[in-house]
């Protein structure tokens, strides 16, 4: 998924802060319009002014349910890897290094943009309903899903881009609460998911009291996705997110019948980095420099002059159709990108 906001706001996210501790403070959701092709509207819960990131995961948008047939046209990524996670629905994602893949719920999809890449996303329809159909809504199958963004550190963030499709993931099941295991480690099983810092995120099915292992090193959150947890006497429902500090060892929370939500953690993040738009870097001239390649589809080097730093994807042609074309980014602003202070009160 891409940040359609056609006027991004700066993200200039600092370094983190591993010596906070234990808390629990609840950031609220806010309504995103993405409109294009989608006419959809996201909650989003990562980044906020105060808390720009949580371990390295710096975006985090949830949608639906709903009755919307996304189409993304092509657009570009870099520095960062995204995560997707549907909940309903089926998308078929496509990119410039090659992957046509259709990702269904229980399945985990991981892009890693590194220097750049462009990719696609749309909805698969039922044979017949296409994307634009008048009055074809009440056809369309209800879609929902999650898109996180996880900051590739300094030492990665230039790699080559890759893409890797999960289809099979490990689970835990006790008696009081099932997780299935995204990425990183937790309650003793480990993801095959490829990444690149210290992380963990797993989707978890819990009623009544549930205790969680957690890694004291991780700071950690919680996104309440149905139902309702309380947590050190807090209700946390649907929307806003849960953020817990460092230093727990364990989680103890009180689940209603039907609860899920997503754990997300990882080490404190160390570098600052500034997002706008679909970019993760470090300084306004490397972000405005990688919008500039986007728009000129600008080369890597002389050796191949075929070859686009953001690439070019199978399907997006000039005779695709509805699929012609890509998305343009919008323009910088016109004030220097700065960098802004995390804060640790969550005001």
């Not at 078929?92 to 992957?99: F, K, L, P, Y």
């Not at 160390?270 to 706008?276: A, G, H, K, N, V």
């Not at 686009?308 to 343009?328: K, M, Q, S, T």
Request: proline share 10%.
């Amino acid at each position: 998924m891409t940040n359609l906001e056609t006027a991004p706001s700066q993200e200039v996210c600092p370094a983190g802060h591993p010596g906070q501790g234990p808390c629990v403070q609840l950031w609220p959701s806010r309504d995103v319009p993405l409109g294009g092709v989608r006419n959809m509207t996201v909650s989003r819960t990562l980044p906020q002014r105060g808390l720009p990131t949580v371990g390295a995961w710096c975006f985090l948008d949830s949608f639906g349910p709903d009755r919307v047939a996304m189409g993304v046209l092509p657009h570009p990524h870099m520095g960062l890897q995204t995560v997707t996670w549907p909940l309903l629905g089926e998308v078929r994602h496509r990119d410039s290094v090659g992957s046509d893949v259709v990702v269904r719920p229980g399945q985990l999809n991981i892009m890693t943009a590194g220097r750049g890449i462009s990719h696609s996303e749309f909805a698969v329809l039922p044979a017949g309903l296409h994307l634009n159909a008048p009055d074809g809504s009440a056809l369309l199958p209800l879609s929902r899903g999650l898109q996180l963004w996880v900051a590739l550190p300094d030492a990665v963030r230039h790699r080559t881009p890759s893409f890797q499709q999960i289809v099979d993931l490990p689970v835990v099941a006790t008696d009081s609460f099932r997780a299935t295991v995204l990425v990183g480690e937790f309650a003793g099983q480990r993801s095959p998911a490829i990444m690149y810092s210290p992380i963990v995120g797993a989707d978890i099915s819990a009623s009544g009291a549930v205790e969680l292992p957690l890694n004291p090193v991780f700071e950690h959150a919680v996104l309440v996705l149905d139902g309702s947890a309380v947590i050190e006497g807090q209700t946390v429902d649907p929307g806003p997110l849960a953020f817990l500090g460092t230093g727990r060892e364990s989680l103890r929370l009180e689940a209603t019948p039907g609860t899920r939500f997503m754990l997300l953690g990882g080490e404190p993040f160390e570098e600052d980095i500034l997002m706008w738009w679909n970019f993760v870097g470090r300084t306004h001239e490397e972000v405005e420099k990688a919008r500039e390649d986007w728009e000129a589809q600008a080369l890597l080097g002389e050796d191949d002059a075929r070859v686009a730093r953001f690439g070019l994807i199978n399907g997006h042609g000039p005779d695709a159709g509805a699929e012609a074309g890509r998305i343009p980014a919008p323009p910088m602003p016109g004030v220097q990108l700065k960098p802004r202070t995390r804060n640790r009160a969550g005001e």
